[in-house]
């Protein structure tokens, strides 16, 4: 079938990206659904730095390629082998399927699926479907996913179902934002009642963090201490809003002698990452989940590692089984104590790619949604 997509041609182009357009919207050949595989209509797709990544050539993949990982949408056909999915249902977009039966997948979440892995590299689904391309040549998929398009083909273990009274626009960020900036806090971190969480690094995963301390913390017997920290201003007023109780840009915290038990770092910088574990309290841990550039070094004093008992955890997807973690969150978001759709930024079209990566890149945003018709 003929769909309309965002595909990236070119990685590093000059900014600002809405001059040198990298991402062209053109028609894209997409397959038919094979063994195992969904065919979607898109929804909703949420613009995350993973994205912009691709495009500015910190993480390097094949091109052209679709772009999109974060999104819902609705099934539209089912591949052979396909009996837990009914076309009409709603399903959120997982941009690391897990195979199940791997040496990784038995560890609950902590390491990702060696299969998902190897296939999100190569620009396939898993099981190394090439479904996408243009002019008789391929287009490659970005994480099993491609969702910066009016339909997508899925392996069925990248797609999660969630129930029809969840909006596309929460449901979209459920499986990216909520998924790994959540999992940061509740299956990496594991933060009990009294303890200090702070979050470093206020975009899309950070922002979700802070929303999940602050939903799991609203059950404790005592008032919890959730720490914003963030260099624009503007995410720091908004973190207030969505339950911080304290907000400070980095620069504030240099002499405060600041502690926190679990320090989420969702910012992917190493600078970010060096505040994250310098201010966290002896016997706590230092979580990151954000994805700087291949390379990039950061300075810690091991030391205080040892003499501190403190733990430095790495935490991809959220440490989350996505099966069992994103219901969970369609359920706070249900009861009212998971605000998700307040991580919307903006609200774009497929046409507004290019500015919504230059928005993305200059720290202006939370979330940008893209919304199909």
Known sequence: MKITGAVLEASGATRPYAQS???SICEVDLADPGPMEVLIKIEAAGVCHSDLSVVNGDRPRPLPMLLGHEAAGIVVALGSGVTDLEVGQRVVTVFLPRCGQCKNCQTN????CSVGT?????????????????????V????GVSAF????LLHRNSLVAVERDVPP???????CAVLTGGGAVINAGKPQPGDTIAVVGLGGVGMAALLVAAAIASEWESPAKIIGIDANPDKLSVALELGATEVYTPADIEDLGLRADVVIEAAGHPRAFETAVRITAPGGSTVTVGLPAPGALASIDPLGLTAEARTVIGSYLGSAVPAHDIPKYAQL???????????????ITLDQINEAMDALSDGQTIRQIIVFE
């Open 118 to 138: 190897e296939s999100n590299g190569e620009g396939s689904l898993m099981g190394g479907t090439q479904a996408l391309s243009r002019d008789g040549a391929t």
């Open 149 to 152: 398009a009016t339909h997508a």
């Open 21 to 23: 357009r990298p991402i």
């Open 140 to 143: 490659w998929h970005h994480v």
């Open 169 to 175: 626009a929460v449901a979209a960020v459920l499986g």
């Open 109 to 112: 979440g902590k390491l990702p």
């Open 333 to 347: 978001w249900r009861d009212g104590r998971l605000p998700v759709e307040r991580l919307t930024s903006s609200v």
